[in-house]
T-cell receptor, first 116, second 114 residues
Framework: DADVTQTPRNRITKTGKRIMLECSQT?????MYWYRQDPGLGLRLIYY???????NKGEISDGYSVSRQAQAKFSLSLESAIPNQTALYFC???????????????FGEGSRLTVL | AQKVTQAQTEISVVEKEDVTLDCVYE???????LFWYKQPPSGELVFLIR??????QNEISGRYSWNFQKSTSSFNFTITASQVVDSAVYFC???????????FGKGITLSVRP
C-alpha cells in the first residue's frame, strides 16, 4: 500500500460544483502539502501545513481551501470548481520530527481533476 | 525568493545516446537542497536524488550522474546510454534553509526512441 494515499484518483465534475480531494499518510510525517501540476508549468504549491494547527497559503491558493483534520490527513477543497482548475493534483509529505529537514517530499500518486 | 530554471522543454534522443538535462537555480541562502524527480507516463513522481549545498561532489548511480556546480548555480543530470524506459518528465527542485517547501522547475520532457 502507498504511504501517501490520495482519493479520488480521477474525478470529472461540472463548473460550480464543490469538490474535495483527500490525502492520508502513514509515514508519520508532520508536514503536508498540496501541489498542482499543469503541462509546461511544473508543480506549483497551493497550500501547506506544518502541523495540525498550522495552515499556510502557497503561491496559487485562490479558489482553494484546505483542512488538516489530523496529522495524517490533509484535504483540499474547491468550493466552486471552474474549468481552469482542471489539473493533476499531488499531495506530499515531509519529515522534520527527527531533525531530518532536508526538504525531500514524498508524493501521493496524484488526483486528476477535470472541470467541465 | 528562489527560482529553478529548466530551459530545455523537450528533448528527443535515440536509444543508447547520452543526454544531459540542465538545471539552473537561484537563491541567496547558503544552505539549500537540490533535487531531481522523474515523472514517467504513469504519472507518479519518483525521487531520484537529493544534494545539499555543502556537498559539491558529483554523484553516479548506474547510468545516472549528477554534476553540481555552485559557481554556475547548476545541477545537471546526465543519463548515459539512454533507454526507452527513461522516457519521462524530469523535474529539478530547490528547497532553502529550514523551509522545506520545494520550488520546482517547469520540467523537461525526455523522449527516448528505440
Amino acid at each position: 500500500d502507498a504511504d501517501v494515499t490520495q482519493t479520488p484518483r480521477n474525478r470529472i465534475t461540472k463548473t460550480g460544483k464543490r469538490i474535495m480531494l483527500e490525502c492520508s499518510q502513514t509515514k508519520g510525517h508532520d508536514r503536508m502539502y498540496w501541489y498542482r501540476q499543469d503541462p509546461g508549468l511544473g508543480l506549483r504549491l497551493i497550500y501547506y501545513s506544518f502541523d495540525v494547527k498550522d495552515i499556510n497559503k502557497g503561491e496559487i491558493s485562490d479558489g482553494y481551501s484546505v483542512s488538516r483534520q489530523a496529522q495524517a490527513k490533509f484535504s483540499l477543497s474547491l468550493e466552486s470548481a471552474i474549468p481552469n482548475q482542471t489539473a493533476l493534483y499531488f499531495c506530499a509529505t515531509s519529515d522534520t520530527l527527527a531533525g531530518k529537514n532536508t526538504g525531500e517530499l514524498f508524493f501521493g500518486e496524484g488526483s486528476r481533476l477535470t472541470v467541465l | 525568493a528562489q527560482k529553478v530554471t529548466q530551459a530545455q522543454t523537450e528533448i528527443s534522443v535515440v536509444e543508447k545516446e547520452d543526454v544531459t538535462l540542465d538545471c539552473v537555480y537561484e537563491t541567496r541562502d547558503t544552505t539549500y537542497y537540490l533535487f531531481w524527480y522523474k515523472q514517467p507516463p504513469s504519472g507518479e513522481l519518483v525521487f531520484l536524488i537529493r544534494r545539499n549545498s555543502f556537498d559539491e561532489q558529483n554523484e553516479i548511480s548506474g547510468r545516472y550522474s549528477w554534476n553540481f556546480q555552485k559557481s554556475t548555480s547548476s545541477f545537471n543530470f546526465t543519463i548515459t546510454a539512454s533507454q526507452v524506459v527513461d522516457s519521462a518528465v524530469y523535474f529539478c527542485a530547490l528547497s532553502v534553509g529550514a523551509n522545506s517547501k520545494l520550488t520546482f522547475g517547469k520540467g523537461i520532457t525526455l523522449s527516448v526512441r528505440p
